[in-house]
């Protein structure tokens, strides 16, 4: 069981940067994958951005493309998600996943592992 802990969230205006770490064991083979999402208040946690080191793919919601970057660094086992271009709808509790079971990959029911979260808040 991976223990993930997130960190980098934060209060900021709209247009402004913030980039989200998650350090954990994320269990790695060719196929596995790690995410990044997002919920807010009354809403359903979605899926933001994924990435398979293995196969060195990612995919992104349509809301985030071209603002937000996945990344995992090998050497220090840890994700991140760079976001920039931050908007209101941005706002939320961002977790990282791991322990990815085949499906979706933007599906919160693909990963069996999860983190705390990371409060990000964009004002206007």
């Known amino acids: 069981q991976a223990l993930l802990v997130e960190s980098g969230g934060g209060s900021v205006q709209a247009g402004d940067s913030l980039r989200l770490s998650c350090a954990g064991s994320?269990?790695?083979?060719?196929?596995?994958?790690m995410a990044w999402f997002r919920q807010s208040p009354g809403k359903e946690r979605e899926g933001v951005a994924a990435?398979?080191?293995?196969?060195?793919?990612?995919v992104y919601a349509t809301s985030v493309r071209d603002r937000f970057t996945i990344s995992h660094d090998n050497a220090n086992d840890t994700l991140y998600l760079q976001m920039n271009g931050l908007k209101p709808d941005d706002t939320g509790k961002y977790y990282c996943?791991?322990?990815?079971?085949?499906?979706?990959?933007?599906?919160?029911?693909?990963?069996?592992?999860w983190g705390q979260g990371t409060q990000v808040t964009v004002s206007s």
């Open positions: 990435i398979w080191p293995g196969g060195g793919l990612t």
């Open positions: 994320f269990y790695t083979t060719s196929r596995d994958s």
């Open positions: 996943a791991s322990n990815f079971r085949p499906g979706d990959r933007l599906s919160p029911a693909t990963y069996g592992a």
